[in-house]
């Protein structure tokens, strides 16, 4: 079975641009969230998705901002991309209680 | 607010050594705990999800306990390879209402197993 796919692996954008990051869940798996990790650090929350409705997010600005498909997969898109948005952008989906993770999107911002 | 911390950041081993990583957090009331693996660049590979109802879980040469009162998780590596140096996570759920869920992690350790 495919396990969580996102797409592309790696971006490089320029300060000020817009970025669309892809994601497909797991088949079966209702609930996609994602999540920003920093060198160094763990994951940051960003938003969770369930049945195409957003149920959660966290403390990020509104330039970020996602939507479920009905065929769940996920789109995160980030507006006005600073510096500080590098990052590894990882999505998660599930099931039950465990969460399994893509291989995430590398993003740099130059 | 949940917090969950683990050290150390860093850990060398010689290979074969058995080892135990740490994690706590600051709220007992968990449903869960979970423990990832992380290779440099890439994403998160789940390793065990202990419930809150359970003491010990295994996978291999992993064993993760869970002690809720205490706010402690360890992740026992037995007989370590070369091939577990990675970065290894623990996580914890938020559940709120609406069938809202989160996962807060810890900063990770990072593993190291010398030949």
């Known amino acids: 079975d495919a396990g969580v796919t996102q797409s592309p692996t790696h971006l490089i954008k320029t300060r000020g641009q817009h970025v669309t990051l892809r994601c497909s869940p797991i088949?079966?798996?209702?609930?996609v969230s994602w999540y920003q990790q920093v060198l160094g650090q763990g994951p940051q929350f960003i938003f969770q998705?369930?049945?195409?409705?957003?149920?959660g997010r966290g403390n990020f600005p509104d330039r970020f901002s996602a939507r479920q498909f009905p065929n769940y997969s996920s789109e995160l898109n980030v507006n006005a991309l600073l510096l500080g948005d590098s990052a590894l952008y990882l999505c998660?989906?599930?099931?039950?209680?465990?969460?399994?993770f893509g291989q995430g999107t590398r993003l740099t911002v130059v | 607010k949940q917090e969950v911390t683990q050290i150390p950041a860093a850990l060398s081993v010689p290979e074969g050594e058995n080892l135990v990583l740490n994690c706590s957090f600051t709220d007992s009331a968990i449903y869960n705990l979970q423990w990832f693996r992380q290779d440099p660049g890439k994403g998160l590979t789940s390793l065990l999800l202990i419930q809150s109802s359970q003491r010990e879980q295994t996978s291999g040469r992993l064993n993760a306990s869970l002690d809720k009162s205490s706010g402690r998780s360890t992740l026992y590596i037995a007989a370590s390879q070369p091939g577990d140096s990675a970065t290894y996570l623990c996580?914890?759920?938020?559940?709120?209402?609406?069938?809202?869920?989160?996962?807060?992690f810890g900063k990770g350790t990072k593993l190291s197993v010398i030949p």
């Open positions: 996580a914890v759920p938020i559940y709120s209402g609406a069938g809202s869920y989160q996962l807060t």
């Open positions: 088949s079966g798996h209702k609930s």
């Open positions: 998705y369930y049945e195409k409705e957003e149920r």
């Open positions: 998660a989906s599930s099931l039950g209680q465990e969460a399994f």
